[in-house]
């Protein structure tokens, strides 16, 4: 099985709304995960995981301005994305309506996604005993949301990071950066400025 995205991971990484992706979900159009069980105290809501390639799927229905096509279409075309990554260079998204997939860039959607989920798996941790359980850089005890905080009131860059943390390259502060956008904080509201 390949790598999971929440919905809001996959909502960034494709620029679908997060409201196009639970549609989706709703009419059956993507398959979902629950995921495992958290274990960090106190435990939260678990999130929906999609595989990560609907990111191309949502790129393709973002890309063409398909969001209000039949949900007959939009399964047949969800269905190539669940098989695999997309090699071909049309999708047939109905009788006699080809999509480039070129032209909607959803080989380098798919790549930053699985950039971003190889990063994330690798230096994103949420240990109760390091910072509560908050997600953190592994092998340090620096938060998602304080770095995004910190790169958002540009008091910080990455290049300063990567100064600070020599160890540590520069996609796990970029995917820690995302991470803390689509993960807010337990009792925070989404700010709606942000990426979504």
């Not at 398959?31 to 960090?40: C, D, H, L, P, R």
């Not at 080809?98 to 941790?125: F, M, N, P, Q, S």
């Not at 860059?157 to 502060?173: G, K, L, S, V």
């Amino acid at each position: 099985m390949g790598a999971q995205l929440t919905v809001l991971e996959t909502s960034v990484l494709s620029g679908a709304k997060p409201a196009v992706v639970r549609k989706a979900i709703e009419h059956r159009i993507v398959e979902v995960q629950q995921a495992a069980k958290s274990k960090v105290a106190g435990g939260r809501a678990q999130p929906v995981l999609l595989d990560l390639n609907y990111v191309g799927y949502f790129r393709v229905i973002i890309g063409s301005s398909l969001q209000d096509a039949p949900v007959s279409w939009k399964k047949r075309v969800a269905a190539r994305f669940r098989r695999g990554s997309i090699q071909d260079d049309f999708v047939e998204f109905a009788p006699a309506l080809l999509i480039d997939v070129h032209k909607v860039k959803v080989g380098e959607t798919l790549a930053r996604a699985e950039r971003y989920a190889a990063a994330r798996d690798t230096w994103i941790v949420e240990d109760p005993e390091v910072m509560g359980g908050a997600a953190v850089l592994r092998g340090t005890r620096l938060t998602c949301h304080a770095l995004a905080q910190r790169l958002k009131d540009k008091e910080e860059t990455i290049e300063d990071f990567q100064a600070a943390y020599p160890a540590i390259p520069a996609e796990a502060f970029e995917a820690a950066h995302l991470f803390a956008e689509t993960h807010p904080r337990r009792g925070r509201p989404v700010d709606s400025r942000s990426a979504f």
